[in-house]
């Protein structure tokens, strides 16, 4: 069974095929960072623009590797969460194929997807787990139970992790894409040099906030004389501070399950502090083992639509291709759809 997979959530362009015989096949990924380098951030309307036109293009590379018409099982794409119009993009591309073709359709939900991405290149991973997704847009810890039942334990009440850390590249005048670049900034920092706050560690819920954090920073940098090492020092307290709350955080959820396996995945796990501390956290106080994705699959691609869609084969009502995007479509609600 092959399966192409579209993924046009936010503002990287992707197209996947996923065989579950063979594995992945082709992967083929535009990525919109210079487009939206100029504004700071990403323009949700120039992303959907962008999508529509480079979409057709992927399609066309994808074509010249396999026969779509006469290899491809079922389509699989991006529903949600997202921007609604590069959700729009992606959602009627693929249902207009699968229409022309007769090839079946899924939406799939993308924050699933993230979660999942991991068994791409570890077949071991087994339910259940904790799961940390840790992305621009979003901040969770999940119980997942088996595929397609999802627990929220806890969530981000302000901004999310990845989008903390943009916000932050931009006070130290670091450029768009800034969140790598901030870690690699961070890598330069003394450490303990300065000591930033851990906001809701101390609270009995798993939920997180940021926006405090934010705040102490962008003072600690207005109150500063700024040079290269000052901001690497404070780049290393911020990336400190947020890697503190999130395996503290994840920490409670394994202790309350007892689950000894933890997947951490969405573009904040190819942080590599992260990893390494989570390695540590997972062998020192569970005997357990933690996954993530290779780095190439930590942001947004196709290659985990297509995988998931795979996975959920059997949800395809064949007989109906109905265009349905979300932008707000939580992992815990799969089973409203």
């Known amino acids: 069974m092959k399966v192409l997979g579209i993924e046009t959530s936010c503002d990287d362009t992707g197209i996947a095929v996923y065989d579950v015989s063979r594995g992945l096949l082709i992967n083929e990924l535009y990525s919109q960072r210079k487009v939206h380098a100029h504004y700071g951030g990403i323009v949700p309307e120039l992303a959907s623009r962008v999508h529509a036109k480079k979409i057709t293009i992927l399609i066309d590379k994808v074509c010249k590797k396999i026969n779509i018409s006469n290899e491809i099982d079922l389509i699989a794409y991006t529903a949600g969460p997202g921007l609604v119009g590069s959700l729009l993009v992606g959602a009627t591309f693929a249902c207009s194929l699968g229409f022309s073709l007769n090839i079946p359709v899924l939406p799939v939900n ?4 993230h979660l999942l ?3 791409l290149n570890y077949k071991s991973i087994k339910f259940p787990f904790i799961a940390l997704l840790v992305s ?8 997942a139970h088996h595929l397609g039942k999802y627990e929220i334990l806890g969530q981000s009440l302000d901004d999310a992790a990845g989008e903390a850390f943009d916000k932050v590249s931009k006070m130290l005048g670091l450029k768009y894409p800034t969140g790598r670049i901030l870690s690699d900034l961070a890598a330069r920092g003394i450490k303990d040099n300065l000591y930033f706050p851990r906001p809701m560690l101390n609270h009995s819920n798993l939920n997180f906030s940021f ?14 004389i700024l040079n290269m090492q000052k901001k690497a020092n404070i780049a290393k307290a911020f990336e400190d501070a947020v890697i503190d709350i999130l395996l503290i955080k994840t920490k409670k959820a394994l202790q309350k399950t007892g689950w000894k396996r933890l997947v951490i995945a969405g573009g904040v796990s190819a942080n590599n502090v992260l990893r390494k501390r989570s ?13 993530y994705s ?3 699959l930590c942001t947004d691609n196709a290659a985990m639509i297509a995988y998931l869609g795979s996975l959920r084969h059997k949800d395809v009502n064949s007989s109906l291709v109905e265009i349905f995007v979300d932008p707000k479509w939580s992992i815990d609600k799969l089973n409203l759809v």
């Not at 993308?110 to 997807?113: D, I, K, L, S, V």
Request: glycine share 6%; charged share 20%.
């Open 211 to 224: 926006s405090g954090l934010k705040t102490f920073t962008f003072n600690t940098i207005k109150n500063s």
């Open 110 to 113: 993308h924050m699933e997807a």
């Open 279 to 291: 390695k540590i956290m997972m062998n020192k106080f569970f005997n357990g083992k933690v996954f």
């Open 294 to 296: 290779k780095l190439k």
């Open 117 to 119: 991405s991991p068994m």
């Open 136 to 143: 621009g847009k979003h901040t969770q810890i999940i119980a």
